[in-house]
């Protein structure tokens, strides 16, 4: 079941492949749509029947046995709300560009072969399986910015975005051997090694390990000063590339600490905690403030991502920080870090779609060219200060759920950091605000350049139906965090235990 | 003990490939130009009969014919990686020599060269690895020289000029072991080193490590590469830089593990070659515009990360799987991206601009090789390359595991300054798309399809490769 849903993408990437290059954009955009919504009905079901512990809807099949690799796909706790998380995004992103018309058939098969390895990232419960669809969604993603990215610099940002997270996963890779080597028997086996616990006395070579892991997943999550490939990539992707990257591709990132750095390198992750906490702060607070000063829109959403994935790195990082508190602080810290993972996603993918749609209609990011779009565009007014209102993590949004989670988990642990990424809030606050105020009230202005469309339409059915559901979810996981959080509780205990022991 | 035996049948692929060769000529003379595509068929032929037969003897245990060729799992997967390539090569060539005056000439080299390559890789012996050395060399000068263009025979004369340099101080080299060790078998090796002196036993090994190392490409014998890569045509350049590649790099496994560590510590002067080679073909590939020098550097370097399988040989028993299955990989890759080359008429990078669009499945087998040789899953590079560095680290060479690693990274960037054009519109459609070879662009897109496999796959084969 989880193979149909991880390849089901991929299979019909393949029948499309087969279609003429010539055919009407809706012949590929609608089917990548279906599968979308297919596979959200599997994991719907699969969200039903999941196992209260350990990992549901396994499969396991040798691969390269004589390197201990197999086929090990599974489902838990942890990984059930980023994988519905992923394909909702991805469903997203698909009827928002029903209508893309520069070479549709590429575009489809490249965003759908993407599908299968961000869903296939999270799946995986073997190192190099993890590995594989981790290095594969960075080469479709390259294509994605370099052939579909707005302006000339998009190549050299495709190039920036692909060396630098290139570098990132050998680095993971080299981590991954480190591990490997120190079980016995060698395996990369993600379960198996989590019980074994082949470098539970610390040391110089778990501290390695950790180390290569580490730095793999922070170019990946990005946190400062990995950050530099991430604002160009993310102004330069088209729309739905954004939308994806910043909602499912930094979570492979996060998640790799939550599945691989923390319960398989426990005595090291609890070592250097407070390296995790205080990256992760930097990246809180440097991201707000750098967000703060930009003008272009793509790019200040870009640099709330860093500052959002750095409350991640706080509560998994508090997590690890064993001595300092209790269990159930530690569990909070860890919920909170997921549920932000999820809300994240689900948030800046709506942001991000926005931000392409005031794009197509104005053909500038520059914040300073809009104005009093309130008036001439209700809906696209009302449902960016939604989005903007649920990113600052106001209360009614799962932002908020989440947040309000890692502070109150992390605060026992640090308080000293705890404070200082609180302010994190404030200035992201101010500075979707003052984004507001520019760019929605005050005077009609929008950008009247050569080639803009002359009426300045508010959004159309498809923009909307791309958007409201995210939205929508945002709000339901902030009003009802229960489904969510009684998913995620047990397998975030299950991971505290394997950090603590 | 391995069995000793004088069983002549136990060549049968040796022979095979020698006797298509001489039938290659002499069918050859005797056929009309228009109708020589029949010797290509008869060496495909001899080159099926070779496989099968290399695939009866893998069955078989380990054992040592004539004294001096040693027939065990290297050689057999030699053997198979070999007359892979060489079917491969004759095969996508086939519209680039067909109905060209030496046509069953261009067909009875490669099957020679291919002998030699594999010869080197049984060599039990000093002697008979020279004899195979030259084997290797003197039809593959030849070959180089096989177009008699301008460019060509430039390209000729360097590789045989470096070639007769390299096979002095091979010979040479060979002479002084003989005096260190009083034997040139590599059983007896080890023994006879012991009770010589060792500085001339070093000084031996590295001179015959340098003509092995001119037949690899490795630094620093590596200057001929480019020249003759961008001098030759792509099938020629594909052979050149795969078959006797693979087998001097096993030669060098097999002659390094017949020498204690203690006597000749050779596993640093490997590693020192190893990481000089892949960051020097790296950072010399950056600068290219021409494919064909592009890819010459990158074969440098690929050379490399075989050599730091080989600095661990002795250390760690995953040595010699990763070995294997990185040659393996590495030939079906390489073959690959000269196809690719081969299939088209351009030959700088910015005339690959707008290959997706005119050619989709030409462009996506380039983009498969090149990134398979960066080692991006699932191709068998990347396996490879994960085999690769898990014996470096458990051999204890764990900085060169890391220098490989960022070298992975460097080499991707010349890659994709290949890969970008390839996808960009065209501002003009090209005047006309002569030159285009049919199965030039089959066998890239089937050797791209296999390297995925055989990544994929790596299961079943890898275990082949571990059976000493």
Redesign the interface.
């Known amino acids: 079941m989880l193979s149909v849903v991880v390849f089901l993408p991929v299979v019909v990437a393949l029948g499309l492949a087969a279609l003429p290059a010539t055919s009407a954009p809706r012949r590929y955009t609608v089917p990548w749509v279906v599968t979308g919504l297919v596979q959200l009905a599997l994991v719907a079901i699969m969200w039903l029947r999941l196992p209260a512990g350990g990992y549901g809807f396994v499969e396991q099949v040798a691969w390269i046995p004589s390197a201990g690799i197999s086929y090990h796909l599974g489902v838990d706790g942890l990984s059930l709300p980023l994988v519905a998380m992923t394909v909702v995004v991805f469903t997203a992103a698909a009827v928002y560009s029903l209508r893309e018309d520069r070479r549709p058939k590429s575009y489809v098969v490249l965003f759908l072969a993407l599908q299968t390895v961000s869903v296939g990232v999270f799946v995986a419960l073997d190192l190099i399986l993890f590995f594989l669809f981790f290095d594969l969604s960075i080469v479709f993603m390259y294509f994605v910015i370099a052939g579909w990215g707005h302006g000339s610099r998009a190549r050299s940002a495709a190039l920036t975005f692909f060396l630098y997270t290139f570098l990132g996963s050998l680095a993971l890779l080299l981590g991954f051997i480190l591990i490997y080597l120190a079980a016995t028997p060698h395996t990369f086996d993600i379960p198996a090694l989590a019980a074994q616990n082949p470098l539970a006395a610390g040391g110089p070579a778990a501290g390695a390990a950790l180390l290569a892991v580490g730095l793999g997943l922070a170019v990946k999550t990005p946190l400062v000063p990995f950050h530099t490939w991430l604002p160009p990539a993310h102004t330069e992707a088209p729309a739905a590339g954004s939308a994806v990257l910043a909602g499912v591709l930094l979570k492979m990132g996060t998640y790799g600490f939550v599945r691989i750095a923390m319960p398989l390198l426990p005595a090291s992750w609890r070592q250097f905690a407070g390296v995790v906490v205080v990256l992760g702060v930097v990246s809180v607070v440097y991201g707000a403030m750098v967000a703060l000063a930009q003008t272009d829109l793509k790019r200040m959403i870009a640099y709330t991502s860093v500052n959002h994935m750095g409350y991640v790195l706080l509560g998994v990082g508090a997590a690890g920080l064993v001595a300092d508190s209790d269990a159930q602080a530690r569990q909070l810290a860890t919920t909170g870090a997921v549920t932000q993972m999820v809300s994240h996603g689900l948030i800046t993918g709506a942001l991000f779609l926005l931000a392409g749609a005031l794009h197509d209609r104005g053909r500038t990011y520059d914040m300073g060219a809009y104005g009093g779009l309130a008036a001439r565009t209700p809906r696209f007014a009302g449902l960016f200060a939604v989005a903007a209102f649920a990113s600052l993590g106001l209360p009614g949004f799962s932002g908020f759920i989440a947040e309000f989670q890692i502070f109150t988990g992390a605060l026992g642990a640090t308080p000293v950091a705890t404070a200082i990424a609180v302010t994190g809030i404030l200035i992201t606050a101010g500075l979707f605000l003052v984004a507001l105020s520019r760019m929605l009230l005050g005077e009609l202005r929008h950008p009247d350049a050569p080639g803009t469309p002359r009426p300045f339409p508010d959004l159309r059915a498809r923009e909307l139906a791309a958007i409201v559901p995210l939205l929508l979810l945002a709000t339901l996981i902030g009003l009802l965090p229960r489904t969510l959080l009684d998913t995620i509780e047990p397998a975030s205990r299950v991971l505290n235990e394997l950090v603590a022991r | 003990m391995v069995m000793m035996n004088e069983d002549p049948t136990t060549l049968v692929p040796e022979l095979a490939l020698l006797a298509g060769a001489v039938l290659a000529v002499l069918v050859g003379v005797w056929t009309p130009r228009r109708r020589q595509g029949r010797v290509r068929v008869l060496a495909l032929l001899a080159v099926g009969v070779a496989l099968v037969a290399t695939g009866i003897a893998a069955t078989k245990p380990p054992s040592t014919t004539f004294d001096t060729y040693v027939l065990d799992t290297t050689t057999h997967a030699v053997r198979a990686i070999v007359l892979v390539a060489v079917a491969l090569i004759l095969w996508w060539s086939r519209d680039a020599v067909a109905a060209h005056p030496r046509e069953s000439e261009f067909t009875a080299l490669v099957l020679l060269g291919g002998l030699g390559a594999v010869l080197m890789a049984g060599a039990g012996d000093l002697l008979l690895l020279f004899a195979a050395f030259l084997l290797a060399s003197v039809p593959l000068y030849a070959l180089a020289g096989w177009a008699k263009t301008g460019a060509t025979t430039e390209a000729a004369l360097k590789y045989y000029l470096s070639g007769a340099f390299a096979g002095v101080t091979m010979l040479a080299g060979t002479t002084l072991l003989y005096g260190a060790a009083g034997t040139t078998g590599y059983e007896a090796l080890a023994e006879g080193l012991a009770t010589g002196a060792a500085a001339p036993a070093a000084v031996a090994l590295v001179a015959v490590l340098a003509g092995l190392a001119f037949k690899a490409g490795a630094v620093p014998a590596h200057f001929w590469v480019p020249d003759v890569t961008d001098g030759t045509p792509p099938a020629v350049a594909a052979v050149l830089t795969t078959i006797p590649k693979i087998g001097a790099l096993a030669a060098v496994w097999r002659l390094l593990l017949a020498v204690p560590e203690a006597i000749v510590p050779w596993p640093l002067l490997v590693a020192v070659i190893a990481a000089i080679s892949m960051t020097l073909g790296n950072l010399a590939a950056f600068a290219q515009t021409s494919v064909l020098r592009l890819l010459a550097y990158s074969t440098v370097s690929q050379v490399g990360y075989v050599l730091v399988i080989i600095a661990v040989a002795a250390r760690t028993p995953q040595a010699q799987?990763a070995l294997l299955f990185y040659l393996a990989a590495y030939a079906l890759t390489n073959v690959g991206a000269f196809a690719v080359v081969a299939a088209h008429p351009a030959r700088t990078i910015d005339e690959f601009q707008g290959l997706g669009r005119r050619r989709?499945l030409l462009a996506i087998a380039l983009v498969v090789c090149l990134?398979g040789l960066v080692g991006?899953?699932?191709t068998a590079v990347?396996?490879g390359k994960?085999?690769a560095?898990?014996a470096a680290?458990?051999g204890g060479m764990a900085w060169l595991?890391?220098l490989a690693?960022?070298n992975?990274?460097a080499s991707?960037?010349y890659y994709?300054r290949w890969i970008?054009p390839v996808?960009?519109a065209q501002a003009q459609e090209p005047p006309e798309d002569t030159g285009e070879s049919r199965t030039a662009r089959s066998g890239a897109v089937t050797a791209a399809a296999l390297s995925v496999v055989l990544g994929v796959a790596?299961?079943l084969v890898?275990?082949l490769f571990?059976t000493s």
């Open positions: 799987p989709p990134l991006t899953p699932p990347f396996v994960l085999t560095f898990t680290f458990d595991a890391v690693a960022v992975t990274v991707l960037f994709l970008a996808f960009r790596a299961g890898l275990p571990t």
